[in-house]
């Protein structure tokens, strides 16, 4: 239950900290998805579109964080671009294929220039200190795990450029949704569990023991990556 409990609190930090901001970015696209299977693909951009602009209303009033409204209004205006010029729910699928593309390459190349994306995620949800993370017996785990998202998210992009390839747009839509957020979940979840166990076999310092320039042997990070 403790581990129940931690993973918990670690997806709450990374998905919604302080409030639910995450589904910001997805209501407008869910909005289109459901939208372009019953009525014409126009009036779906336009209530993508309209729902994104809603969102960003209600947490500008609100004095809220506008960061994954902003995101979900400019990936609906994107998408909504490229089904515009295509004509079809096709091209509402290409800002986000493009995405998976550029997000596979980050990983690869991140880890080939060894400063791995795994641990600017974390940086910018923590606020470790930068160094922490490339100490020699801490970089390796964050290394591993971005090898790792790269290769879950290639399968997804592959999964989707199949479908894109065969206009099985519907079938894309379904999957997108299913390989979105809870797929990143549950490579976030492996990701943390598999991150704590290789921190503890590196037997590196803890963020704690690197600030404080303690001396080896160190009990390493417990909680956090």
């Known amino acids: 239950m403790d581990k129940f409990r931690e993973l918990r609190d670690e997806l709450l930090l990374v998905f919604f900290g302080r409030g639910p901001r995450v589904i910001d970015a997805l209501i ?28 960003m209303f209600f947490r500008l009033i609100k004095r809220q964080s506008l960061t994954f409204a902003v995101g979900g209004a400019g990936s609906a ?13 096709d091209g509402y699928y290409l800002p986000g294929l493009f995405t998976g593309g550029f997000t596979v390459a980050g990983c690869v190349l991140s880890v080939i220039v060894n400063r791995p994306l795994a641990a600017y995620s974390s940086m910018l949800t923590r606020r470790w200190p930068e160094k ?24 997804r ?23 979105g957020w ?7 979840v492996v990701s943390y569990l598999y991150g704590q166990k290789r921190l503890a076999k590196l037997a590196g310092p803890s963020v704690a023991e690197y600030k404080s320039d303690a001396q080896p042997p160190w009990s390493g990070q417990r909680k956090g990556f």
Not at 31 to 36: C, E, H, L, Q
Not at 77 to 89: D, E
Not at 157 to 179: C, D, P
């Open 182 to 188: 809870p797929y990143t979940i549950l490579v976030l």
């Open 28 to 55: 407008p696209f869910l909005v289109y998805i459901i939208g372009s299977r019953f009525i014409d693909i126009n009036q779906a951009v336009v209530m993508s579109v309209a729902t994104a602009g809603v969102i």
């Open 77 to 89: 205006l994107l998408a909504s671009f490229f089904a515009y010029l295509s004509g079809s729910a």
């Open 132 to 155: 922490w993370y490339w100490h020699p017996q801490v970089l390796p785990a964050y290394r591993e795990v971005t090898l790792f998202w790269g290769i879950l998210f290639g399968v």
């Open 157 to 179: 992009l592959v999964v989707e450029l199949i479908l894109f390839s065969q206009r099985a747009i519907e079938t894309l839509g379904t999957v997108r949704l299913v390989m």
